[in-house]
T-cell receptor, first 110, second 116 residues
Framework: EDQVTQSPEALRLQEGESSSLNCSYTVSGLRGLFWYRQDPGKGPEFLFTLYSAGEEKEKERLKATLTKKESFLHITAPKPEDSATYLCAVHIQGAQKLVFGQGTRLTINP | DTGVSQDPRHKITKRGQNVTFRCDPISEHNRLYWYRQTLGQGPEFLTYFQNEAQLEKSRLLSDRFSAERPKGSFSTLEIQRTEQGDSAMYLC??????????????FGQGTRLTVV
């Protein structure tokens, strides 16, 4: 069964303290891996798409990387406004849906 | 604003009533998706349209749920005889499919349904 697992479930950091969020996946065939940010009460906001192992994408303080089994979202010198839930999703070959992980709730304390 | 638009943002209904939600996708997007999200969980796929054709439905979509996308533009999701377990955020997303490549899906702000 196709599965996406994110860890940790929740993470508290001090402003400026860099860290990484993990997304591990077990799927029959990967067409793409997506990272979204979600603020409370709002819909997910698109961040990155990764298609093949070794690929990296960057946006401001965020950098996403992909291997054959997992993806990492690295956050460098985070600010309080980076506090949100970060969702990972995979697009599986032969299906037109995204399978989401449960998310990592990130809190950045000033 | 040219993003995905959902209406209403919030809906409170009594158990047993019918509700209908609307989604207006990004205008050039030919794919439209409905997802459901409960507190603390990631979104779960419900159904998907390419243009006006409903091509995939999840087992989560019981016979009380129906979705339409007339003329391949906006979409509606109807829930009949609502139950308390239907309380969730209902999210709509759209994407553009061209040359066998899917672009990223953009989500609306969601409709928060509370069944009392």
């Amino acid at each position: 069964e196709d599965q996406v697992t994110q860890s940790p479930e929740a993470l508290r950091l001090q402003e400026g303290e860099s860290s990484s969020l993990n997304c591990s996946y077990t799927v029959s065939g990967l067409r793409g891996l997506f990272w979204y940010r979600q603020d409370p009460g709002k819909g997910p906001e698109f961040l990155f798409t990764l298609y093949s192992a070794g690929e990296e994408k960057e946006k401001e303080r965020l950098k996403a990387t992909l291997t054959k089994k997992e993806s990492f979202l690295h956050i460098t010198a985070p600010k309080p406004e980076d506090s949100a839930t970060y969702l990972c999703a995979v697009h599986i070959q032969g299906a037109q849906k995204l399978v989401f992980g449960q998310g990592t709730r990130l809190t950045i304390n000033p | 604003d040219t993003g995905v638009s959902q209406d209403p943002r919030h809906k409170i209904t009594k158990r047993g009533q019918n509700v209908t939600f609307r989604c207006d996708p990004i205008s050039e997007h030919n794919r439209l998706y409905w997802y459901r999200q409960t507190l603390g969980q990631g979104p779960e796929f419900l159904t998907y349209f390419q243009n006006e054709a409903q091509l995939e439905k999840s087992r989560l979509l019981s016979d009380r749920f129906s979705a339409e996308r007339p003329k391949g533009s906006f979409s509606t999701l109807e829930i009949q005889r609502t139950e308390q377990g239907d309380s969730a955020m209902y999210l709509c997303a759209s994407s553009k499919y061209r040359d066998i490549v899917d672009t990223e899906a953009f989500f609306g702000q969601g409709t928060r349904l509370t069944v009392v």
